[in-house]
């Protein structure tokens, strides 16, 4: 059963944490890290989401975002 929607209300600061799937790694080199960074500051921009901080381990991530949208973070 899929996961029901997240409330996400705009002006909130929201910790995401996104995993692999089976925790397994999501990123297997430095260039895979260089490429999440940057479609997360491109998608950032795009959807008017403010990133805090973020952090990227080798199985998982945590995001400080704060949406201007409902559907921002998503």
């Known amino acids: ?7 996400c ?3 909130i600061p ?3 944490i996104q995993r692999g799937n089976n925790r397994q790694a999501c990123f297997g080199s430095d260039e895979d890290n260089a490429a999440h960074a940057h479609w997360m500051y491109e998608h950032a921009w795009k959807f008017r989401v403010a990133t805090h901080a973020w952090v990227l ?3 998982h991530v945590h995001l400080l975002l ?8 998503s």
């Open 57 to 59: 381990f080798t199985n």
């Open 66 to 73: 704060t949406t201007e949208t409902e559907d921002g973070a």
């Open 14 to 16: 929201q910790h995401v």
């Open 9 to 11: 209300p705009p002006g």
């Open 1 to 7: 059963m899929a996961r029901l929607p997240r409330i």
